[in-house]
């Protein structure tokens, strides 16, 4: 408790706009992590008691990959720095930025690495996908050879991470360059897709902020619940009663058996 106290008197407090106090909804219900409307119980339980254990001091680390262009830095960009750059620099290698919540009045953070799509970039670029909780992946709704190309980027992507450990989401970029019918159309698949490799689905548009900040913080918060149950189901059963599990493991059927390659840069 004492580097509890330490730990909040050092750092400033989080914004004030970056405070969750109850569960975002999901985008799509038939593409959800799950439907549920409020926190799981146990959850806000445990935070109204603070027995959330080393949820507090955690930094989740969250991965966006996708094809080049398809607006992966414009997105990470509108939501931590409210910017939009209309001009396409692509990213080299890789980016990060820190996001700092406050869920059910627990610090959390999400360390967000933005990843280069180019293909001469991506192999330094999977050097840091290790270690992701959290997997984004973005396709443009205005492109459907880059939602075609998710499947690949998720084995690429769950090669270095543990794929039963993992949070999928799939985020359909440049909403506001597509007309309702272009759009609606591709989101059946998206859908489709989504389901099939078990991945919660999101459409965004970073030039107009549509969706953005609801998005970040649906992730913040599934996140945040998964640990916390975590945390949970190691202090064990006697000290705080039956774990209720969240039905969370993206079982992908093509990356999960798939042996780890060596990275190659040739
Ligand atoms: N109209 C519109 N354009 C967007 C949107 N998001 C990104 N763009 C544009 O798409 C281009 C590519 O965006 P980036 O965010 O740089 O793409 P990226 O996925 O980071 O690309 P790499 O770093 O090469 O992998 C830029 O010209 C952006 O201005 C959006 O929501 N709407
Ligand atoms: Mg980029």
Redesign the pocket.
């Known amino acids: 408790m004492s580097v509890r106290i330490s730990a909040m008197s050092v750092l400033p407090p989080v914004r004030k706009d970056r405070v969750i106090a109850q569960l975002p909804q999901c985008f799509r219900k038939e593409a959800a992590f799950h439907t549920k409307e409020d926190f799981n119980s146990k959850v806000k339980t445990a935070c109204q008691e603070q027995r959330t254990g080393t949820v507090g001091f955690k930094i989740s680390k969250v991965i966006v990959v996708?094809?080049?262009?398809?607006?992966?830095?414009?997105?990470i960009?509108r939501f931590c720095k409210d910017a939009?750059?209309?001009?396409?620099?692509?990213?080299i290698g890789v980016d990060f930025e820190m996001e700092r919540f406050e869920v059910l009045g627990v610090p959390f953070s999400l360390q967000l690495w933005?990843?280069?799509?180019?293909e001469r970039f991506k192999c330094i670029a999977s050097t840091y996908y290790r270690g992701a909780q959290i997997v984004i992946i973005?396709f443009d709704v205005t492109d459907i050879a880059s939602l075609d190309h998710v499947r690949q980027w998720l084995e690429d992507a769950l090669k270095e991470n543990d794929p039963t450990a993992v949070q999928l989401f799939i985020v359909g970029?440049?909403?506001?360059?597509s007309s309702p019918a272009q759009y609606s159309q591709i989101e059946q698949d998206a859908l489709k897709l989504a389901q099939e490799i078990t991945a919660e689905y999101w459409a965004?548009?970073?030039?107009?902020g549509e969706n953005v900040k609801e998005f970040f913080f649906r992730v913040a918060s599934l996140a945040f619940e998964t640990n916390v149950l975590a945390e949970l189901e190691k202090s064990g059963p006697r000290q705080i009663g039956g774990i209720v599990r969240i039905n969370s493991t993206p079982s992908n059927v093509n990356a999960s058996t798939k042996k780890k390659q060596p990275n190659c840069c040739q």
């Open positions: 996708g094809d080049l262009a398809v607006g992966k830095t414009c997105l960009n939009f750059d209309k001009n396409y620099k692509a990213t933005d990843t280069a799509g180019q973005a970029t440049k909403k506001d360059l965004v548009s970073s030039l107009t």
